[in-house]
């Protein structure tokens, strides 16, 4: 028998030894963010009385996003991350979502799709290092705050500004912009587990401007592994990025259920495959 109840905060270390071992790039930190967003929109399965996976939410108003989701190996095969997925997809609705959005491992596609969700696009994790040194990228400063936040919502017609407030409180020194007189794109670096340095979001107002920004920002930190995620109708920035040797593995496959949202046009990577 599975039951399936809120996620609290005590049970993060449960979640961070689930992940750990799939070297995903998480620290605990990420998990206790995603807390802190939205304490009800995390829930952890109890099989046999024992913790046995979990899944967390995102939520951007009528946008919402799945993930991660793990379930313990040995208990795989079971129903139980369909019934942690049900749930999840139960809260968002409550909360009147019209969107949800997720990406899917291809193994776990045809769970999703029973559950009502539909193919959008491949989601792509590309890898390089860059050697060589070139400009430095503008950082944002603190009174662009309100300016880098309406930028966002113009571009995506998704309303980030928590996270996005968030992001600016915790690395306040690697969120960096480009643009005349206004911004015209912007991105944070993030240090992710196991050496890698970590660009997304990338937002910007065309392909120029995000190469702009991409260019002096990986050259700022050279000889570093460097990894972004990028969605497939980025193609004109996907091409840039393979001239520039990076590489990728199989990609994810981005899946919707409800409303089809099409906000990618000025999306040139994304915060993570865990928040969209």
Excluded: C
Excluded at 21 to 49: K, S, T
Excluded at 55 to 67: C, I, Q
Excluded at 75 to 88: D, F, H, N, P
Excluded at 173 to 182: K, L
Aim: proline share 4%; glycine share 8%; net charge positive.
């Amino acid at each position: 028998m599975t039951e399936i109840k809120t996620l609290s905060k005590d049970e993060l270390g449960f979640v961070f030894d689930l992940v750990d071992p799939l070297d995903w790039g998480y620290f605990p930190r990420d998990f206790e963010r995603m807390i802190e967003l939205d304490h009800e929109g995390a829930f952890v399965a109890l099989h046999q009385n024992k913790r046995a996976g979990f899944v967390m939410t995102t939520s951007y108003g009528r946008y919402s996003f799945v993930g991660p989701m793990v379930v313990m190996e040995s208990l795989r095969g079971q129903g139980i991350g369909e019934k942690l997925l049900v749930r999840a997809i139960d809260y968002l609705r409550s909360n009147r979502v019209e969107a949800i959005e997720l990406d899917a491992v291809f193994k776990a596609a045809s769970l999703y799709r029973r559950l009502g969700f539909r193919d959008k696009y491949f989601s792509y994790r590309m890898r390089n290092r860059v050697d060589t040194t070139g400009e430095t990228p503008e950082v944002l400063s603190a009174k662009m705050t309100d300016e880098l936040i309406e930028f966002d919502y113009k571009m995506t017609r998704i309303d980030r500004s928590r996270q996005i407030r968030q992001f600016i409180s915790e690395y306040p020194d690697s969120i960096y912009v480009t643009g005349r007189n206004r911004i015209e794109a912007w991105t944070l670096v993030r240090k992710r587990k196991g050496g890698l340095t970590w660009i997304g979001p990338l937002i910007a107002s065309s392909t120029d401007s995000a190469i702009e920004l991409f260019r002096k920002v990986t050259t700022h930190y050279a000889g570093k592994p460097l990894g972004l995620g990028v969605v497939e109708p980025a193609r004109d920035f996907i091409e840039y990025l393979r001239k520039q040797g990076f590489i990728h593995k199989v990609p994810g496959l981005r899946m919707y259920h409800g409303q089809k949202l099409d906000y990618e046009r000025n999306m040139y990577a994304i915060i993570g495959p865990e928040k969209g």
